[in-house]
C-alpha cells in the first residue's frame, strides 16, 4: 500500500508541478514558484509519515512479519527507502526556488523535475514491483 501511495503520489506532483512549466506562464511561474514550494513542502513530511491504518494493517499481520523476509521484499524494502537517498540532488533545486531564483524559478523546477521522474521511474516503481510480485507470490 505504501509503495502504491507513493508512486501514486509521485505522479500527482508531477502533473501538478507541470503546469509551472507551460510557456504563457511562465513569467507568472516565476513569481509564484517560491511561495507554492514554501507552502507545498511544508505540508509534506506530515503526509509522509505512516497513516494509523498503515501500523494497524502490520500488527494485524503478526505472522508475515515473523517469518524471514525474501529478497525480493528486502529488494522492495531497500528501493523504497532509497526513495530519500534523492535528497541530496534535488534539494538544491527545491531550496532555489524557495529563495526566489527570480526569472531562474522554472528552470529550478525543470531540474526538479528531471530528477523526480528518474527517482520515480527508478526507486518508487521498483519498489512498487517488488512488492507486488511479493504479494502475489505470498498469496499464491
Not at 494509523?52 to 512479519?65: F, V
Not at 524557495?98 to 523546477?109: F, G, I, S, W
Request: proline fraction near 5%; include cysteine; aromatic fraction near 10%.
Amino acid at each position: 500500500m505504501s509503495s502504491t501511495s507513493s508512486l501514486w503520489y509521485a505522479w500527482d506532483q508531477y502533473e501538478q508541478m507541470a503546469i509551472f512549466r507551460r510557456q504563457e506562464l511562465k513569467g507568472l511561474s516565476n513569481q509564484l514558484l517560491p511561495r507554492y514550494f514554501t507552502a507545498f513542502f511544508a505540508r509534506g513530511p506530515a503526509r509522509a509519515r505512516p497513516a494509523p491504518d498503515d501500523r494497524l494493517l502490520l500488527r494485524g499481520h503478526r505472522a508475515l512479519l515473523l517469518r524471514r523476509p525474501r529478497a525480493r521484499e528486502g529488494t522492495g524494502l531497500s528501493l523504497a527507502i532509497s526513495h530519500l537517498a534523492w535528497a541530496p540532488a534535488i534539494l538544491p533545486s527545491v531550496k532555489a526556488i524557495e529563495k526566489d531564483a527570480k526569472e531562474k524559478n522554472v528552470t529550478q523546477l525543470d531540474a526538479w523535475l528531471r530528477l523526480h521522474v528518474w527517482r520515480s521511474l527508478t526507486v518508487d516503481l521498483g519498489a512498487w514491483a517488488c512488492c507486488i510480485i511479493a504479494t502475489v507470490k505470498l498469496l499464491a
